[in-house]
């Protein structure tokens, strides 16, 4: 499988963990009428705690996979090789510093903070806005273009996991 499908189905799997936990709890108890037998119509608990032990070790096995081609394979930015975990990491700090930017744009350059009596105060900004939209701007683009530049190298890694059990 690819590392793209990998990523997708690390989530796959988180999801199907927390179902086979509220599952146990499920059928961990049932409801009877007094002097009744007790029948249970679910799985057994061991049938969710082995279903729940497999997909605890697949959930390590991709994380470790994903993790090693992460580290192994890089992607070129800005004419610099980074790899992937890194990219990964600096479009996600491209993102926050350019929604960081983006609150200063909407700010207003003066505005009147308080006014009581005769002594009126202004909060005044210490930057011009609309600079901070403008690298707002540039920054969300760096952003998306190393974002697809990770997204198409996660298509040609390929990491040997097998996958049959989930698709």
Known sequence: MNLAEAVKLKSILKSKFYEYTEELHRVAFITVEKGEEATNTFRSMSEVEKDLARIRQDIRTLDRLVYEANTKNHVTFEDKEWALVEAIELASQLREEA?????????????????????ILYRVAQ??????????????????????????KNYTIIIDFDDSFYF
Do not use: C, M, W
């Open 99 to 119: 929604s960081l930017f983006r609150h200063f744009s909407e700010q207003a350059k003066q505005t009147v903070e308080n006014n009581t009596g005769d002594i």
């Open 127 to 152: 930057y011009e806005p609309d600079e901070y939209r403008e690298r707002a701007d540039v920054l969300e683009k760096k952003a998306h273009r190393l974002s697809n530049a990770i997204n198409a």
